[in-house]
């Protein structure tokens, strides 16, 4: 079983950054594809960002490329998400998930991809 809790989001300004974390207990983290996820209210799960668990691949979604940052650290078994420029459709709720696999290249970008997930963060950006 695998253990993911989000942290870092809140309420800022068009414009502003945030950083999100994501830290993962119970299983070896260096084995997790990561990804990150977020939900608008009325609106479906939607791809943000993704990460190969050797941190050497990611994929980011059309709407935050050049804007949003995926990272990990295996060591601290944490991936982050760096939010530059936020804009007021930024506004989600964001979850991290992660799946085990043997490929250290691996990029997964649906959701139905993705065995853990954590409770998410509210990012809330303010025009």
């Known amino acids: 079983q695998v253990q993911l809790v989000e942290s870092g989001g809140g309420l800022v300004q068009a414009g502003d950054s945030l950083r999100l974390s994501c830290a993962v207990s119970?299983?070896?983290?260096?084995?997790?594809?990561m990804g990150w996820f977020r939900q608008a209210p009325g609106k479906e799960r939607e791809f943000v960002a993704a990460?190969?668990?050797?941190?050497?691949?990611?994929y980011y979604a059309d709407s935050v490329k050049g804007r949003f940052t995926v990272s990990r650290d295996n060591a601290k078994n944490t991936v982050t998400l760096q939010m530059n420029s936020l804009k007021p459709d930024d506004t989600a709720v964001y979850f991290c998930?992660?799946?085990?696999?043997?490929?250290?290249?691996?990029?997964?970008?649906?959701?139905?991809?993705?065995?853990?997930w954590g409770q998410g963060t509210q990012v809330t950006v303010s025009s």
């Open positions: 998930a992660a799946n085990p696999t043997q490929n250290s290249m691996l990029i997964l970008v649906n959701t139905r991809q993705y065995i853990y």
């Open positions: 990460i190969s668990w050797s941190g050497g691949n990611t």
């Open positions: 119970g299983r070896t983290f260096i084995s997790q594809a």
